[in-house]
């Protein structure tokens, strides 16, 4: 993975207390912020994460732009469809955080 210092996008997913699955994907290198992925049952590759999320918050760091972001809720409910499905925010610019909550 590339040094913590070029990932200076952050993606966070905000669960909003129902089961919900997500996959986002970057034209650069994405990694996970403050959790342990096999914990969370997130999978991380070089470009790309899936997991789900049903309460708390999920942050990534990336570099590069966004390239997709899905979003289904426990039915399969695609967004904007769903009110279920989680919030995502794409932050560009950001310094890298620690690994901290």
Do not use: C, K
Not at 24 to 33: H, Q
Not at 58 to 67: D, I, K, L, N, T
């Amino acid at each position: 993975m590339s040094s913590e210092g070029s990932l200076t996008n952050r993606i966070t997913i905000v669960g909003r207390g129902v089961p919900s699955n997500y996959e986002i994907s970057v034209d650069g290198e994405i990694e996970l912020v403050g959790a342990d992925p096999l914990e969370e049952a997130t999978v991380v590759t070089d470009h790309a994460a899936e997991g789900a999320i049903e309460t708390g918050v999920m942050r990534f760091q990336f570099s590069g732009e966004m390239a997709n972001v899905h979003l289904v809720d426990w039915n399969g409910t695609s967004a904007p469809e769903s009110p279920s499905t989680p919030e995502v925010h794409v932050d560009y610019g950001v310094p890298p955080r620690e690994n901290s909550n």
